[in-house]
């Protein structure tokens, strides 16, 4: 189930696509043509009279509303149908990441507060390059690109503490969560040089993997699957602190026909984690402008230290409209 600031801010965002002058009256009437089940609009209505996630409410109507009388969009057409897609994991390979789909035909997906282009396992980013082919090796990422660093770490970590085993490999999913608990106050003497020691090198040693892969691949293709420009066009409706963001995105023969393609550059970053940067060169077709639009890669541990196996997390440093094949409505 997703948390309730995501609930709102999806839900929001698909009602205020129907045009009606403000949240309270789309509230009250619950419109048919969107797909929700009374359990939905319950705890929708819940949240709404409780005054909880008001800013959240009012952003997404909002971004529904433009969505509505964008040319690009819905062009002020009322829609027959709004599904709400995110509450549930895609039954397939999903290409296009959407939370809601319009009319059958738009996808919409929503980024409320959020840089993050990616969130999947280190090895599934270095050597899948985000693709969907099996892993050959699905072994924790640390113990793979800095064994020495991590078990010295971990030594460190576990010491004392004899229901542990020897090695960090052997750890358990029950072991990884008490000991993440027992260093949820911090580390131990001598554990934050150890962990700044894993650091560079898991950010040394993934970078020179990541761009071994990219080197050895279709550069184009793993530049879109990392931009998220799917096989089919799709929208982005969120916020930033900056303010809204609302976007059509191209598919790759979109992309091909406004850009070319110099390269894609990564190389380790220093930071409070492993770090990796990444950058993509390209240029206009129409002018030769050179041009480039930044992210960087932090990998880390998901609920606390040792607790689960560690998780890339992509982001995106540029603005979102500077992103090629990203066109705001």
Known sequence: MPSERTFVT??????????????????????AAFGLGPPDWDRLSALWSAHHYSGEFVAGFLNGRAFLEAPDALNRR??????WTGGRRAPGDEVVPSDLRVD????????????????????RLVEGLLGQAPLADGRDWYERVAPEEYQALYELCAAGNPSLPAVACGLSPAQRRRLAAHLAQGWPPGGVEAYEAMCRT???????????????????????????????????????RSGP????????????????????????????????????????????????????????????????????????DSRHGDVPGYHPL
């Open 104 to 123: 059958h035909v738009y996808l919409v997906s929503c980024k409320y507060l959020s840089r993050i282009l990616h969130n999947p396992s280190p090895a």
């Open 10 to 31: 999806e839900l929001a965002t698909g009602l205020g696509m129907f045009g009606d002058d403000d949240l309270e009256t789309v509230m009250a009437r619950r419109p």
């Open 78 to 83: 009322r829609p027959r149908i709004v599904e």
């Open 245 to 316: 963001i609302r976007l059509r995105i191209d598919t790759p023969w979109d992309w091909r026909q406004r850009f070319h393609l110099r390269r894609l550059e990564v190389e380790a970053q220093s930071g409070g984690q492993p770090r990796v940067a990444w950058t993509v060169r390209y240029e206009l077709r129409d002018t030769g402008e050179a041009r480039l639009v930044r992210g960087h890669v932090e990998i880390r541990w998901s609920h606390g230290r040792f607790s689960q196996p560690p998780e890339a997390k992509v982001y995106l």
């Open 202 to 240: 898991v950010s040394t040693r993934t970078a020179e993997l990541w761009g071994d892969a990219i080197a050895a691949a279709n550069q184009e293709a793993v530049v879109w699957r990392l931009l998220r420009i799917g096989s089919a066009p799709y929208f982005v409706l969120g916020t930033h």
